[in-house]
């Protein structure tokens, strides 16, 4: 009866799938293909397509970073069913960090406008009409009052940037933020800065003054590079961040969405990232904020699901790598924003203006952080993090110096 029964039902399952077959014949089989052979590599695996995000993320909490990434790997872990992508990245989030954990920063900008450059989407640019005036360095007292109430509001990164193409022939200013740096340093804070281009004297400078992180973006992929930026080559931005990294200085390195890329330019942006001889310790992952007067004020916004998508691979391809939910937040809810948590971001920039433009308050972080449970991640300088294999967590290597808020 049971055998009867079994029938019966495979046979509704064929015909549901437009399948008939004579009662009196037997169903012509397919073919079983042959196992996957044993030196079938992971690279071979992730052609797989839906499951690409499921091995790459795999691999990553069993192997940790790696820098060989192919293309094709990154694009298939990127088209991944966005579910599933969001999933895996959770999970490498999850492995490498602490997931509760959201770094803050803020960002000053202490030397606005009259840059020389054409970046297209930069309101600072001294070629564009957008209503941004060039200024002199901000004073001492500024910019240590701005670091005050940053820390004071929960920020534990202040950095500082200079609409500047490069650092040649600025000594009086530069020496003035080196300053600036060993100040804030001395407050507890950790200490970033973007300065345009940067000579190797500058970066040993910066480096015995206490700076923690330096940044500099590639904003897209090589080859969707020219389109926006004519002024300054892509290999000048990479050989800035060799000249950071060989400082000893900690590269915070990532780019912009939303500049009329393809989906291949994000991609190739991502592959370059993740196959520096180092990964950033910082990956800003930036939605354009389209200034009326720029080349680019006409964009079309970004929409979160690109977010996620940027940030989730991101994370599978930089596990411990800080993923920065940077600028153009403002513009996102707070479900929308929790989601990009969810994916593998673990650092915001807070505070009322990013440089020149918008961005959320300190109030409303608060309020977020309170309501999504996220906690505040300490400053921590020069800390090396060990995986505890047994229970999953992050653990403080014995003689290491944390510094940590009150």
Known sequence: MALALAKASHHRFLLAAGLRFSSSAPAPSSP?????SPAQSSAEQLRSGPVAASL???????????TDWR???????????????LFHGAQVHRH????????QCTLLSIKTGGCSEDCAYCPQSSRYSTGVKGQKLLSEDVVLDAARKAKDAGSTRFCMGAAWRDTVGRNTNFNQILDYVKQIRGMGMEVCCTLGMLEEKHAQALKEAGLTAYNHNLDTSREYY????????????????EIVRDAGISVCSGGIIGLGEQVEDRIGLLH?????????ESVPINALVAVKGTPLENQKPVEIWE???????????????????SAGRVKFSQPEQALCFMAGANSIFTGEKLLTTPNNSFSEDQQMF??????????SFGIEIQRDQKCGCAQQNSGDLLQQAV
């Open 96 to 103: 490498a960090h602490n997931f509760r954990e959201v770094q």
């Open 56 to 66: 790459a993320a795999e691999r990553a909490i069993r192997e940790g970073s790696r």
């Open 226 to 241: 020219p389109n926006v930026i004519t002024t300054r080559s892509y290999d000048e931005r990479l050989k800035t961040l």
């Open 272 to 280: 370059t990232l993740s196959t520096l001889p180092q990964h950033p």
């Open 307 to 325: 977010m996620v998508r940027m940030i989730a691979t991101a994370r599978i391809c930089m596990p411990k790598a800080m993923v920065r939910l």
């Open 71 to 85: 293309r094709q790997e990154i694009q298939e872990i990127y088209d991944s069913p966005l579910l599933d992508l």
């Open 32 to 36: 079983v293909p042959p196992p996957p």
């Open 370 to 379: 309170q309501l999504l449970g996220l906690i505040p991640k300490p400053p």
